[in-house]
């Protein structure tokens, strides 16, 4: 798989978001099948993997760690500090205190099995800490050797600058794919002019813009999806006219509607590396294939044409996640 720059760091193409193995969808996926998976990525040539502390929480760290031990210096592990976990506690309450950043990196040291985190991202923004101080913590973890890049995640232009100029960012990672613009407003063009590399996260849109999706099909106990406005059984049934779009797009091309979304995103920017997330052998190698799609300035004007016309229903978020995202 070809190669590309998150600012300095070098990653595959295209990365493998790992959340979902153990956390999210519905119940964890049986711990040896997901190694198995993480290592089928390797070998297809996955050389970036995305994680975080409070996904399981904790135990996805563990899993990738284990995973990639034996490919120590080969890959690149990402994962993320900010969220306050504890009882009593919810999924908004943050915490990037400086002295807790740096607790939180060590632990993912040791939940990672590695010596340095390749990439560690603030998951969101604290607004109760300024991201000065938030970057100057990880500037020192950098100093120390503990961390080799520095990144944000749902962060809007403004403290992308911010930060930036205290401890330059490798990367953004934000949500963005052809049901999820944002970016392109003003994250994407503040990227470009400062050389950050930009990951997106749901760029197949959780799974709907697959196709494999429809107001019936159910949600196990526990999927995160059933919380999101645009996963109601009404708002996806407005949607399948987007999939509908672009599955015949894909026909055309002799491509699925998944290598068509990702496609789409690789041939943006080549600074942008999307991260999709599978808990299938089968689908892992449907994404590795996009890798290597070659969309032409045709079919992009096509995509956009096609897609630029139909309205999405629901929002992305509930209200109150919302609030924490675009900062």
């Not at 890959?75 to 900010?82: L, R």
Request: charged share 25%.
């Amino acid at each position: 798989m070809q190669q590309r720059k998150l600012g300095k760091l070098d990653v595959s193409a295209l990365g493998l978001g790992c959340m979902g193995l153990s956390f999210g969808y519905g119940p964890a996926l049986d711990r040896r099948e997901s190694i198995k998976l993480i290592r089928a990525a390797v070998e297809r040539g996955f050389t970036f993997f995305d994680t975080a502390e409070v996904y399981g929480p904790y135990t996805n760290e563990e899993l990738v760690g284990e995973a990639l031990e034996p490919f120590k210096g080969q890959v690149a592990v990402a994962t993320k500090f900010g969220a306050d976990i504890g009882p009593g506690k919810t999924p908004l309450d943050m915490n990037s205190r400086p002295e807790h950043i740096k607790q939180v990196a060590e632990a993912s040291l040791k939940r990672l099995r590695v010596d340095a985190i390749d990439l560690f991202y603030q998951h969101r923004v604290d607004l109760r800490v300024p991201i000065e101080d938030v970057a100057g913590a990880v500037k020192e973890l950098i100093a120390e050797g503990k961390v080799k890049h520095f990144g944000l995640s749902e962060a809007g232009a403004a403290t992308i600058r911010r930060a930036h100029a205290v401890q330059p960012l490798a990367a953004v990672q934000s949500e963005y794919s052809l049901w999820h613009r944002e970016p392109e407003r003003e994250v994407l063009p503040t990227l470009e002019e400062l050389g950050i590399g930009f990951v997106a996260f749901g760029p197949l849109g959780q799974g709907f813009l697959t196709g494999t999706i429809d107001p019936l099909t159910p949600l196990a106990p526990g999927d995160f999806r059933s919380m999101l406005p645009r996963f109601s059984a009404e708002a996806r049934l407005a949607n399948r006219a987007l999939v509908e779009v672009l599955a015949k797009l894909a026909l055309r091309l002799q491509i699925t509607p998944a290598q068509l979304a990702l496609a789409w995103l690789l041939a943006l920017k080549p600074w942008i590396v999307p991260i999709p997330g599978t808990r299938t052998l089968g689908r892992l190698d449907e994404n590795a294939h996009a890798a290597s799609v070659a969309l032409t300035q045709a079919d992009l004007e096509d995509i956009d044409a096609a897609a630029g016309q139909i309205p999405i229903h629901g929002a992305r978020l509930p209200e109150l996640f919302e609030s924490l995202s675009g900062r």
